[in-house]
């Protein structure tokens, strides 16, 4: 049973709640700016003064790793990213990461000589707020490229993502440059839930199975503009009736018949927006969501058929596109039982859950075994200054997160069941 320093873990928390600390108690340090710099290099310092070797890649991945005694096994991969939301809390990301950090130093602490290395990754820009789209590190490190298109993104600020890159690289000239993506052979991640169920069942872990779907939708409706007083309803062609008796019937179907359906009308809007004339055209955004893709497939086509049917009752006609579209992830069911397993031996209740959230380990359970480990939040509360973790449960976290790095970097069996798979 190896032994964590759960004070230390705190400590940590806050220190570096004190990079990027806003009035509200929150994190400003968005990705590749000088305080998420300063985060890295503190990590990174950190590192150098227990005698971790520091690497990072071309995306600044930042990776921490400990010597395991087969060197020639790949690593078992453990940590989180540091950048925030512009208003963000002191957990998101920044738990994972340190929790990982301390699973390092607590080995090293208590001299457990691992089968593999164990190595710590902080993924840039996580958050995908400062430069979109989030989880660029992961996506890059899993795809063994950087698009070449990413090149040319500007930052909400204006900064050139390449140049802000470089510097963030050039920043830790201490650290070993290494080419993007290598094998690995597992992967976890610490995170607050960033939703109400764990603490509601006051449940203090969460095993994460996988990650849900989510697609995006364009809906135009197009009809006629014509005047509000002189046009009965027979010669009426209005896009908006269609839309709003569309969308009404597809709240009261989807979501209360499917428990794990989630469906969001983000935004409207009509042209030509007067306020005595019938608008020729009325739009809207649809965001679905769904763990098993079959049942992504047949939502998109109830919210399509849906709002073709009304378009057709009211002489409209409707053009619907995908504007984005994430399958849903399933993480390895040897690592889910696996994190049960250390938390039941740590003698912490645990659930199986599926993230609502997207994380880096969708991404990098592309390329090897990945999941994750939820703690709670109170009242759900995340990418918000408050967002707050009761100290127990960020240490129940990590506690969980030392004894499965344990069980994964020793047992050597692991390998053939993850080939099995
Ligand atoms: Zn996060």
């Known amino acids: 049973m190896i032994e964590i320093d759960g004070n230390r873990l705190i400590g940590r928390l806050d220190t570096f709640a004190a990079i990027g600390a806003t009035q509200k108690g929150g994190v400003n340090r968005q990705a590749l700016t000088e305080g998420d710099r300063r985060a890295r290099r503190l990590l990174a310092e950190l590192a150098w003064t227990r005698g971790f070797s520091v690497l990072q890649d071309p995306m600044a991945n930042l990776f921490i790793r400990r ?35 301390e699973v390092l130093e607590s080995l090293e602490d208590a001299r457990i000589e691992t089968e593999r290395a164990v190595m710590v990754v ?48 050039e920043s830790l000239p201490g650290a070993t440059v290494i080419p993007l993506g290598f094998p690995v052979h597992a992967y976890l991640e610490v995170h607050i839930e960033q939703g ?45 009736r269609a839309l709003t008796a569309a969308l009404s019937s597809l709240y009261e179907a989807i979501m209360p018949s499917d428990p794990d359906a989630r469906f969001t ?28 893709p079959g049942r992504l497939d047949e939502l998109e086509k ?30 390895s069911t040897d690592l889910q039982n696996m994190i049960e397993r250390a938390a039941a031996d740590r003698g912490f209740r645990s659930t199986r859950m599926l993230s609502g959230a ?51 970097a020793k047992e050597a069996d692991v390998e053939r069941v993850h080939q099995a798979d």
């Open 67 to 101: 010597a395991g005694h087969d060197e020639s096994l790949p690593p078992l991969l453990i940590g989180s990213h540091l950048d925030s939301q512009p208003a963000g809390g002191r957990f998101d990301g920044a738990l994972g990461t340190l929790s990982a950090f």
């Open 122 to 169: 902080a993924w840039t820009n996580e958050e995908g707020c400062r430069f979109a789209p989030g989880c660029m590190g992961s996506m890059a490190f899993a795809a063994g490229e950087i698009p070449p298109e990413w090149q040319k993104k500007l930052a909400t600020d204006g900064a050139p993502f390449a140049g802000e890159l470089a510097k963030t690289i």
């Open 196 to 240: 109400p169920s764990l603490e509601a069942n006051d449940i203090p872990i969460g095993v994460v199975g996988g990650i849900q779907g989510t697609r995006w939708l364009d809906v135009i409706v197009t009809g006629q503009t014509a005047h509000a007083g002189t046009t009965g309803q027979a010669y009426r062609r209005d896009p908006l």
């Open 265 to 292: 009308i983000g935004r409207v809007s009509v042209e030509p927006g007067s306020v005595n004339a019938i608008p020729d055209e009325a739009r809207c955004t649809v965001d679905i969501r769904h763990p098993d």
């Open 302 to 331: 109830q919210v399509t058929s849906t709002i073709a049917k009304e378009s057709d009752l009211q002489r409209c006609t409707v053009a619907i596109s995908r504007s984005f579209d994430m399958p849903p992830c399933t993480f």
């Open 358 to 408: 997207f994380h880096d380990a969708l991404f990098v359970n592309r390329v090897a075994p990945a999941s994750m480990i939820f703690v709670p939040c109170r009242d759900g509360l995340s990418h918000n200054e408050a967002e707050f973790v009761e100290p127990g449960h960020a240490v129940a976290g990590c506690e969980v997160l030392a004894q499965a790095t344990v069980l994964l």
